[in-house]
């Protein structure tokens, strides 16, 4: 949000979610960025329709620290949003830049006013949110990792774009809360999905599952090679360059059945040649040459 922007109706805007109108001395508004488009450092961004959807469902909710729900944490309340495109900017992915901004407020009092000085001055400007989805898709498959893993790597290049999780369908928003180490390189936002509280065995379950899934990676990229290898083991033809072709683009399934295939059809024995019969012996008649020959060495 632009500071220029009308602070009157800024105040108007604020003074709906208030007991009492307040005058602008009595009130702190600023400016933040909740969230953008672009990849981020867990390798996630969100999709267009999620952020128009976080932009209508954050109005009104209040920030705190450290995504800390105790009632003492609650800083300020966000009061106004909006959706800022910079067509100057690119993403990771060649997109558009765009990002959530909104407007929050403070009332003024002692106990904050060193609060205030921090935003102002800088020392306060990481935030993060806390939202529900109900869709991590793959950017290369479009699965919904919520439901179906896949085999594609989030960070590893397909086609030129690094692998990452598309979030989509929001189906709830908690708090935003002031961090110190965002996730989001432009709009310095860490998401927690889900709201809750750090939980120490879901993050170990969550680090199993990465490594597995890189030893699944690793494994069906040396599948991939085998079937490779087995396409081309009757020398390069256009029909062993089109299996080939394919098999990069095939997952550990479907790679395996391949695989079996090529190797059956290599297994198979040779059809036995099939040789023209050999010409029947003449007969042993009286009419034969050979058998006059025999009947004149007899009589000798």
Not at 94 to 104: E, I, P, S, W
Not at 157 to 170: A, E, K, S
Not at 225 to 251: M, P, Q, T, W, Y
């Amino acid at each position: 949000m632009e500071h220029s922007k009308n602070q009157e109706a800024l105040l108007r805007e604020l003074n709906q979610f208030t007991r009492r109108t307040h005058s602008l001395d009595e009130v702190y508004i600023f400016d933040l960025i909740l969230c953008d488009n672009d990849i981020d450092r867990d390798g996630d961004c969100f999709s267009d329709t999620a952020l128009d959807e976080l932009r209508k469902r954050f109005v009104g909710v209040t920030g705190i620290f450290d995504h800390d729900p105790r009632s003492g944490n609650q800083t300020a309340r966000i009061f106004h949003t909006e959706l800022s495109a910079d067509p100057e900017r690119k993403t990771i992915t060649g997109k558009d830049y765009v990002c959530l901004r909104a407007n929050a407020y403070m009332i003024r009092t002692a106990q904050n006013a060193d609060l205030i000085r921090e935003i102002d001055g800088g020392i306060k400007k990481e935030v993060s949110i806390s939202c529900a989805i109900s869709q991590k898709r793959c950017s290369v498959c479009g699965a919904n990792l919520l439901r179906d893993a896949c085999g594609h790597i989030r960070g590893k290049d397909y086609g030129g774009v690094p692998c990452h999780t598309i979030l989509d369908g929001v189906t709830d928003v908690f708090e935003w809360s002031f961090v110190a180490v965002p996730a989001q390189r432009g709009a310095g936002v860490t998401k927690k999905l889900g709201g809750l509280p750090c939980d120490p065995e879901k993050d170990a379950l969550r680090r199993s599952v990465g490594r597995l899934t890189e030893t699944v990676g690793s494994l069906t990229d040396a599948l991939r090679r085998d079937v490779i290898r087995l396409c081309f083991r009757d020398g390069s033809n256009a029909c062993a360059k089109a299996l080939a072709h394919a098999a990069e683009h095939l997952d550990a399934e479907a790679l395996l059945s391949l695989r079996k295939s090529l190797q059956d059809g290599l297994a198979a024995p040779d059809p036995a040649p099939q040789l023209p019969s050999a010409p029947a012996a003449p007969s042993a008649d009286a009419g034969s040459p050979l058998s006059a020959y025999r009947f004149g060495k007899g009589e000798g």
